[in-house]
């Protein structure tokens, strides 16, 4: 008769978090992989993770965070895990014949609707009634398949109240 191990080996642990703007002059040793997630996924504080190789890791972060391409999250080993974004379902705006871009951002930031501001374009989520908004505002709407990387809020990562 074989007998079952009582406990089941841990995933590592990641515990901390290194931004993008810090990574400068990685050690490409200390990389242990990559780690795709959408825009929704990359908010978390908890979390069972699969990398890109099948590996999982356990997000065990001190405080809620939202992860940006190019992030690291701290393995407790020392390891290092690279966040990607994913690809998404996406619209893809540009000025048409009525409103001009910087207006058509201001409508989507009244409805505090994610975006993705770029100088020719802006990049949001596939939403049936916020396209109908935009199109009737003169924008052209087009379906898009690529990462989402929205501006972050005026309040990210600091403390308010």
């Known amino acids: 008769m074989t007998l079952a191990a009582p406990f089941a080996l841990s995933p590592p642990r ?11 002059g990685e050690a490409p040793g200390r990389l242990e992989g990559d ?3 959408s825009h929704e996924e990359r908010h978390l504080r908890r979390r069972l993770l ?3 190789d099948g590996t999982e890791v ?3 972060l001190p405080e809620p ?6 992030d690291r999250l701290l393995l407790e080993d020392g390891r290092r895990v690279r966040v990607r974004a994913a690809s998404e379902l996406l619209y893809v705006v540009t000025a048409g014949r009525g409103a001009p871009l910087t207006e058509l951002a201001w409508h989507l930031g009244n409805r505090h609707f994610a975006a993705q501001i770029e100088a020719k374009r802006l990049v949001i989520p ?3 009634v916020i396209k109908a908004m935009l199109e009737g505002l003169g924008a ?7 990462p989402f990387r929205p501006v972050q809020g005026a309040y990210h990562g600091h403390a308010h109240g």
């Open 50 to 52: 699969r990398l890109s």
């Open 35 to 37: 780690l795709v997630l």
């Open 58 to 60: 356990l997000a065990d």
């Open 140 to 146: 052209q709407v087009a379906p898009a398949v690529e």
């Open 14 to 24: 990641a515990t901390g978090l290194l931004r993008a703007a810090e990574v400068l």
């Open 126 to 128: 596939r939403d049936p």
């Open 65 to 70: 965070a939202r992860l940006e391409e190019g």
